[in-house]
């Protein structure tokens, strides 16, 4: 490997220090490494399960079109017996995953950060590989004088001392076959603050642990592991599994022995976050998502060796084979992460199979967390700083329990399938659940949240403010409904289905019965409907 350090200097409109120079200078590493020569077997993409990809166009192929190819990201991982392994026992690789602790890193975090690395090898068992990843402290200088962070050979989960509410999993890949060569993870210390108002607004309400500013060191190492796990997960391959959580019953995610054992959803990979459907008196004590059925079974597709395919192509059956005998279980659902959130099964910060019924739920705790807001972030001596961003945080859960509810209005299901597999591929959301979903619109979001608006709250964090931002959020939810996109979808589902459908006309009729109310009614209008 040839590694070679440089400071470039260039001209800068804004630098962020010593603005008077117009330039701003940066410490670069280029590190480079050859190919290897053995190429790894690549395995072709399926979209039925998710995994980071590379594509080209291969004019090398009989085939009469520019055929596009498109491989999986993954490790190389090959069985150290493949004999032992082919009677199915576990066996090590003959090369580990082996990711190292960033110097820099805080002390206390460390072995958090170990345990979310080799969380995996719970995923990897189903792919017949044990201590397939291992996690590692960085070596002292007399140990391996080389090492560096910077350098291809070693890959490091890197902590950066920023204000940045963040963390990454990105790798670099063989161009030719997707082997995963190397991949630096990188965390933000600031990330321990997201971390600290999700597990507060989407907790608080039944979690002793979580009802603080500050919470004890082992709650958030189990936060912070969680987060490595998730960063991970990307590293290995797996994008986001938006559709995961909506796999588990909403009633479920209520049950503490089923919350113990699967978290809140199949997925780590979602974007599933914090149990905030577990009510007072129901008995949950873990809140956090964790590797689960989806993640084993992606791991399992992406790197269980097929000795007996000797080219992609000879795979591709096998590989159909396992996704076909798992596609009715929406426990190995992969929904893909997208802006328009067409599918509202893939919806990112959302748990169970019902919107309606989970943030019902949710807001239920929002409820809750807002009288003891003042009390559960006291502490003498200190301004309303954390007052005023925990309570925005209540508000901004708020608006993530509204989307997630609107999206299925004209919410089309996207199932992606082969030949060989029964039903279409787009289905419109049942019109029943639309008429729901309007309803509860009208009900918690279009209807003043009274709840919302603590007077002892909001005169400790500002002057005024409250109309306003009442209504910024019913308007931003009003213009998701009326979406022109969501409009012609659903004029198409009633161009194709007639009545079988909820047509637009009938949401309109809706919708404007809710937002005139008090019209058809002839009551007063407070000043936030009148705002509205
Ligand atoms: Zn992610």
Known sequence: NIEVRHVLTYEASEPPSNGSTGAISLEMNQSMIVLPEDKMQPRLCDERVGFFSVEMTDYGRDEQKAARRCYITRWRLEP??????????????VKPIVYYIDPATPMKWRPYLKQGVEDWNEAFAAAGFKNAIIAKDPPSPEEDPEFSP??????????????????????????????????????????????????????AAVNPEAQRVKFEDEVMGQLIRFVAAHEVGHTLGLPHNWGSSYAYPVDSLRSPTFTATHGTAPSIMDYARFNYIAQPGDGVTNFMPRIGEYDKWAIEWGYRPIPEARTPDEERPILNRWVVERADDPRYFYGRQSGARIDPRAQNE?????????????????KRIVPNLIAWTEENGKNYDDLEELYEQVVAQWNRYAGHVARNIGGVYETYKTYDQEGVVYEPVPEARQREAMAFLNREVFATPTWMLDADVLRRIEHAGAIERVR??????VELVLDPQRLARMIEAEALMGDATYTPLEMLDDLRAGLWRELARGEAIDPYRRNL
């Open 350 to 366: 959302d748990l169970g199979d019902d919107a309606v019924k989970a943030s019902t739920y949710g807001l239920a705790n929002l």
């Open 150 to 203: 910077e350098d291809v050979r070693y890959s490091v989960i890197r902590y950066f001392s920023s204000p940045i509410q963040n963390a990454f999993g990105p790798h670099v890949h063989d161009p030719r076959t997707g082997e995963i060569l190397e991949s630096d993870i990188g965390w933000y210390h600031n990330v321990m603050n997201l971390l600290r108002n999700w597990y507060f607004v989407q907790t």
């Open 80 to 93: 150290s017996d493949p004999e032992a392994w082919a009677r199915g026992e576990l066996v090590e690789p």
């Open 472 to 477: 910024r959020l019913q308007v931003g939810v």
